[in-house]
């Protein structure tokens, strides 16, 4: 993802059955053109959730050059500027969080080669967190950096992981994960999600402790682009 930047802004919402189509015609046709069109915006994707983690929903991620492609204009001052067909569409939402996120270190995987040059992945799973004190904080980094990323480096199905920092949002740090199917993330990935509940491992001993945003971790399949 080297020319798609490092900035990612993601969203969590849900929405209503009866609206859900009218929605998500209009986000993958008019919205993200718009939003594409912007100096500094990369790549979009938007995914279906409920395939693992916290529940149903809906994540839709934009990159950027960097964080600041989406702090120029800030989200605030573009809701200020949205026509009526953009306001009529973004009421169909039920918000669940927002963040804007600054890539602190990416780690390609085997199935590098599968990432479309448009998106992130077919399947991602995304955690927004924070750890309650500083000591947490280095346990986390340090067992990220030595163990869980050299080891989804070598992992097959893995595109690549990417660690982040929240420049706007209610908690510090983000994860996101990204597989080449959700076959691959369940046979390979899976198991390891099983060390957090074994407190014999640095894993068990470490994620427990950390507070995670109610719609964290997030497990979702690309509905735009289409995955082919």
Known sequence: MDDQGTGIWALWYDLAEETRDAYCDWFHHVHIPEKLSRPGYRWAAHYRLGHGGRGPGWLALFGGASAHTFLAPPPSELATRQSALTRQHMAMRR???????AQEVRV??????????RASAPVVQFGHYDAPDAATDEAIGSFYAQERFPLLAR??????????????????HGVMYEFASLAEREYHYEPLEAEARDPSTRM?????????????????????????
Do not use: C, E, Y
Not at 155 to 168: E, F, I, R
């Open 95 to 101: 918000p669940l969080g927002s963040a804007i996120f």
């Open 108 to 117: 390609d995987g085997p199935a590098a080669g599968h990432r479309d040059p």
């Open 155 to 172: 992992l097959p199905g893995m595109v690549a992981t990417h660690k982040l920092l929240a420049s706007v949002g209610g908690w510090r």
């Open 204 to 228: 068990g001993q470490v994620v427990p402790r950390l507070r995670h945003a109610p719609f964290s971790p997030a497990v979702g399949v690309r509905a735009w682009p289409p995955v082919g």
